[in-house]
């Protein structure tokens, strides 16, 4: 009973997140067949967050609030998403316009029948 609730609400926390939050629906754009050629450029942005989570780290070391983890877990988790989906992105990429060449390589190509009635 407690597994099934739980299951339940990590279910609508990731469906929450997916929608609403920025970088995810960012994410979900790239991923699409025109927002794959943007994989390699979103990893820059990927590099900005990193660089917001160790100017947090240090703000916490000059004696900030410690509240600024907080800041630094957003930014580090944003910035792994961003890093680890443009290499991603090339191979998908790969994967789709293989898959097209072989699509108009083979409409280029008269089928046997077609060739027997010319």
Known sequence: ?????LWNASI????FLRRWMPTNILLDKLRTRRGLKWG?????LGVVYLLI????????DQGWSEW??????WALWNGLKFLLFG??????LIRVRTQEARI??????????AALWQ
């Open 1 to 5: 009973m407690l597994l099934n609730r």
């Open 104 to 113: 108009r390589k083979r409409d280029r190509m008269p089928s046997a029948r």
């Open 12 to 15: 609508h926390t990731r469906i």
């Open 68 to 73: 600024l983890y907080l800041a630094f877990i």
């Open 87 to 92: 290499p991603w992105s090339l191979i998908l």
């Open 53 to 60: 989570a160790a100017t947090c780290t240090g703000l916490i």
């Open 40 to 44: 390699v450029p979103a990893t820059l």
